[in-house]
């Protein structure tokens, strides 16, 4: 989401005709665009936000924050660091060139009516086989860990009408597989519902791959199983974080599930699915029992691969406020349990990756000699493939974070795409 949003953020800059820098040094603006989900994000926008103060001095540069930190912290983030010249919410971003002018701070989040979605602009996409494509934005539930509600906003779908045109638009420069992003993506709402969104995705012509992330358990749709079963270009890798593995943590977080309900869920999923979660340790009042339950759920769930992280305690979220009534897991033991954690995923990960040496894989080439296959496994292979050709690849190696191989041969190539469009001008006599 973040990613998007620079993107966004950068076309909107590039129409007012600011160009990217490859470095912070030779900039005339820097924007720092910021995450708040745990609390290093914001230690790390101080900690480069003193690094640009040097070159406001040198150099006049001009420093904008974006993004969660930004929202969270409002004027308070210019208290803090005065040489700040303006910052930005997640719901302002077409409104960058203007801030840039004018300074100040923008983060009033805009009622659903008002709210209108910010367009791709194609062109920026031009030559990538991939792209990220909103699908909505916000939301509406409250577990107890997470920031997001509050920095997001509701939550809000995008028309599909406007989703599938900026599909389309983005297939005529050379995308072949969209992305389509949400914080709660599967309760997508936007004139039909996400199953259904998919299916009208998939018909834009030239489109070969669809993805989705992230997705709610609860929302998790009979309809948009059969999706996996029934629509060729959605791709057999499924999101679905659990986050704990014991009710008791379950329901202190508000997650609404059972961990019987979450495996009633993904055993109706397609067996080729590679199912990958997100896992939180030391969340406030985990006992050891508590941590052995998600050790032994873990075991028993083959995922594909994991995002675990040590709990964070985050502003205005339910478990902040009840940290002292739970009790905080000290750091060292949540850092063990993290620990014991990715060790048991890390195996797995390995051994899945190592069963597939000898084997073909099909993958979409995203830079020359890299891409990625069905799963989402990141390939490395030998081979003249351009981006967006799709390749079948013969695997020869495998490590815990990819597959190496060599090229067999081209299935589907690169679509033909125009040349950039050339800016017109018109000169009229008065
Ligand atoms: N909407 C998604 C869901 O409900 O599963 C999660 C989106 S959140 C941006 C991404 C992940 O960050 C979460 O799944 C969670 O594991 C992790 N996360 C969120 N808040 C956290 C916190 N306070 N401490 C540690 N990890 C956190
Ligand atoms: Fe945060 Fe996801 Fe829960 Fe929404 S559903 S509050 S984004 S963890």
Redesign the pocket.
């Known amino acids: 989401m973040n990613e998007s949003d620079s993107h966004r953020m950068g076309e909107a800059l590039a129409r007012a005709g600011w160009e990217p820098t490859p470095a912070a040094e030779q900039a005339d603006l820097v924007l720092v665009n910021t995450c708040a989900?745990?609390e290093k994000a914001e230690d790390k926008l101080y900690s480069a936000l003193g690094r640009y103060r040097l070159l406001k001095t040198q150099r006049g540069t001009k420093i904008g924050v974006a993004g969660c930190v930004a929202q969270q912290e409002k004027e308070r983030l210019l208290r803090r660091a005065p040489f700040v010249d303006f910052v930005l919410g997640p719901d302002h971003l077409d409104k960058v060139p203007e801030l840039v002018r004018k300074g100040g701070v923008e983060t009033a989040f805009l009622e659903t009516e008002q709210y209108l979605f910010p367009q791709a602009d194609p062109e920026s996409s031009r030559g990538n086989a991939t792209a990220f494509v909103t699908a909505m934005k916000g939301?509406d539930?409250v577990?107890s860990?997470?920031?997001?509600p509050y920095t997001r906003g509701r939550e809000v779908s995008r028309p599909y009408a406007e989703i599938v045109r900026e599909v389309a638009s983005l297939v005529a420069v050379g995308v072949r597989e969209a992305t389509l992003i949400g914080?709660?993506v599967n309760a997508y709402a936007g004139g039909c519902d996400f199953a259904e969104l998919i299916r009208r995705v998939a018909a834009v012509p030239g489109l070969l791959r669809i993805r989705f992330t992230?997705?709610?358990p609860m929302d998790l749709s009979e309809a948009l199983v059969r999706c996996f079963r029934e629509v060729p270009q959605l791709m057999p890798h499924f999101h679905l974080?659990v986050?704990h593995g014991a009710d008791t943590v379950l329901q202190r977080m508000r997650r609404k599930y059972t961990i019987a309900e979450y495996e009633r869920r993904i055993a109706a999923l397609p067996a080729e699915i590679a199912l990958t979660s997100?896992?939180?340790c030391g969340f406030p009042g985990e006992t050891d029992d508590e941590h052995r339950q998600n050790l032994e759920f873990l075991r028993r769930t083959d995922y594909d691969n994991l995002?675990s992280?040590?709990?964070?305690?985050?502003p205005h979220?339910g478990a902040i406020l009840k940290l002292e009534e739970w009790g905080e897991v000290p750091r060292e033991i949540a850092i063990r349990r993290l620990e014991e954690v990715q060790s048991l995923q890390m195996a797995r990960t390995l051994k899945r990756h190592r069963d597939r040496v000898g084997d073909t894989v099909e993958v979409l080439v995203e830079e020359s000699g890299f891409g990625r296959s069905r799963e989402n496994w990141t390939v490395h292979f030998s081979g003249d493939a351009q981006p967006g050709d799709l390749v079948n690849v013969r695997v020869e190696s495998a490590s815990l974070v990819a597959l190496r191989g060599v090229q067999l041969g081209v299935t589907g190539s690169a679509p033909r795409v125009d040349p950039p469009r050339k800016r017109r001008l018109s000169v009229v006599p008065a």
């Open positions: 989900i745990r939301c539930n577990c860990f997470c920031v997001v914080q709660n992230t997705s709610h974080p986050q997100d896992i939180i995002f992280f040590v709990y964070s305690p985050r979220t």
